[in-house]
């Protein structure tokens, strides 16, 4: 069974100050790891799909790596802006399902 | 951009009645997925489909039921609310089969079963 487990469950960090967000996966055959972003109240908004270890993607102040194991999610001087959840989520074997982690709620202060 | 259209953002349904939420995608995608998320929980998958009149089970498919009748339209249907369905639903959809088609999301539907 796919498993991704997401670490801390929540971030709270001054404006300015980096820090990562981890995603550590249990896949048979992985196709593609994602980020995704979701605000309160609104669905999940894409960031990022990486495929393969060593792949790094960034996007603004974020930027995601991939090992064989896990994944961050690096955020460089986050602004409050940056306070969201961000979802992990792994496709794998039969590739239309989808498994999700449970998030990391960030809360950047000003 | 894609928009993923939820009909409801909140409803209020009774133990024992048959819910319908639908979810409307205007962008020709072939796949489509019901979610449902909840603390601690995460998303967990309900049902996809693949294609018109095509279904597949997710992970969690026990007490409902969809329809994809045409390729814009999905719907999930509860046959017999009961008070552990009250959840968050999001509805996603996805362009094609490929393994790196990231997902599009409607904004959800909150529902709670009194």
């Known amino acids: 069974e796919d498993q991704v487990t997401q670490s801390p469950e929540a971030l709270r960090l001054q404006e300015g100050e980096s820090s990562s967000l981890n995603c550590s996966y249990t896949?048979?055959?992985?196709?593609?790891l994602f980020w995704y972003r979701q605000d309160p109240g609104k669905g999940p908004e894409f960031l990022f799909t990486l495929y393969s270890a060593g792949e790094e993607k960034e996007k603004e102040r974020l930027k995601a790596t991939l090992t064989k194991k896990e994944s961050f999610l690096h955020i460089t001087a986050p602004k409050p802006e940056d306070s969201a959840t961000y979802l992990c989520?792994?496709?794998?074997?039969?590739?239309?399902?989808?498994?999700f982690g449970i998030g990391t709620k960030l809360q950047v202060i000003p | 951009d894609v928009k993923v259209t939820q009909s409801s953002r909140y409803l209020v349904k009774r133990t024992g009645e048959k819910v319908f939420l639908e979810c409307v995608q205007d962008?020709?995608?072939?796949?489509m997925f019901w979610y449902r998320q909840d603390p601690g929980l995460g998303l967990r998958l309900i049902y996809f489909s693949y294609d018109v009149k095509m279904k597949e089970k997710g992970d969690i498919p026990e007490g409902y039921s969809v329809s994809r009748e045409k390729k814009e339209r999905f719907s999930l249907i509860l046959e017999s609310a009961s008070t552990n369905q009250t959840s968050m639903y999001l509805c996603?959809?996805?362009?094609?089969?490929?393994?790196?088609?990231?997902?599009?999301f409607g904004s959800g539907t909150q529902l709670s079963v009194l």
């Open positions: 996603a959809s996805s362009l094609d089969r490929a393994p790196n088609e990231k997902l599009f």
């Open positions: 896949v048979s055959g992985l196709r593609g």
């Open positions: 989520a792994v496709r794998a074997g039969g590739y239309q399902k989808v498994t």
């Open positions: 962008m020709d995608h072939e796949n």
